[in-house]
């Protein structure tokens, strides 16, 4: 009887592993642009810095569970990342419309908080299912 074997990796897996990607990326920026980053998005340099470095341990501890954490959960938890990141820039866009100065802090806060909350469900999630040979 022939068995069918999954491929290691998946479009999914790669998508999961580019996210995680991108958030390390992201954070790297975020750390080594903080000053004038922070002036174009009007939130201090400070906020930048602890963005960015979230962004790199939330990044980074993403890839590192690829393996072991099930495709579902991961694609769960992103959707969730990535809508309050959508509702986060539109708050801060209709604060910014609305003449406040703290626009650029309410998203980049989110970025700030986001990344540390998915890795931590990403550890407490139960590990990934592995099928019996």
């Keep these: 009887m ?5 491929p290691l ?6 998508g999961v592993i580019a996210d995680g ?3 390390v990326l992201l954070g790297v920026a975020y750390i080594v642009g903080a000053a004038p980053l922070g ?3 009007g939130a201090p340099a400070w906020l930048m810095v602890a963005s960015g470095v979230t962004l ?3 990044g980074g501890i993403e890839i590192g569970y690829t393996r072991s954490r099930s495709l579902r ?3 769960r938890f992103m959707v969730a990342y990535d809508s309050g990141w959508v509702l986060s820039a539109l708050a801060g866009a209709l604060l ?3 003449g406040s100065s703290a626009g650029g802090e309410v998203w980049i806060g989110y970025q700030t908080a986001a990344p540390i909350v998915f890795a931590a469900l990403l550890a407490a999630a139960n590990p990934a299912q592995t099928a019996s040979v």
């Design 21 to 23: 990607v991108f958030k």
């Design 56 to 58: 790199l341990i939330g």
């Design 96 to 98: 910014a419309w609305q």
């Design 2 to 6: 022939a068995q069918v074997v999954a």
């Design 9 to 14: 990796v998946t479009r999914r897996t790669v």
């Design 39 to 41: 002036r174009l998005l």
């Design 73 to 75: 959960t991961y694609t």
